[in-house]
């Protein structure tokens, strides 16, 4: 396996939470509060196509919104939008996207291995789909401490 991007994985500088809103019991929100909670050192952005704010910070509708290109996408949201919002990522420069979304399937036209060819084409480093917290990265350890 190879190596490639397991620094935006592992020690990312900026992290963006896709699926991060308004409402305080989902997935997205959860893991946004936590890292931040957690003490993570750099920019965390919520990313809601919906929602105009997460616990008072300004969302964006899409990736491509954010003022800077972060290191790495977290992603918690249903399994049809995955691909589409892989392929957002990997358009807009981020390096490695953590997929928290369950049910991505295994045939190839599932959203799950649709999400990963699409990462492959944008050189983007996928962790998931169906993580739990258990998994690495600097972000989620801030997120346990909290």
Known sequence: MSTYRFEALLTPRSVAV??????????GRAVFDKIRAGGFPGPVHPVHPQDAEADGVACVA???DLPAVPDLAVVA????SIPGIVAEAGRAGVR????????LGTEPDDP???AARIAREHGLRLLGPALSRRHLSEPTR???RA
Do not use: C, N
């Open 77 to 80: 949201s249903p399994p049809e």
């Open 96 to 103: 490695a996207a953590i997929l928290l979304t369950a049910g």
């Open 18 to 27: 896709v699926g991060a809103g308004a409402r305080a019991g989902s997935l």
């Open 112 to 114: 799950g291995p649709r």
């Open 62 to 64: 899409r990736i491509a």
């Open 142 to 144: 801030h997120a346990q």
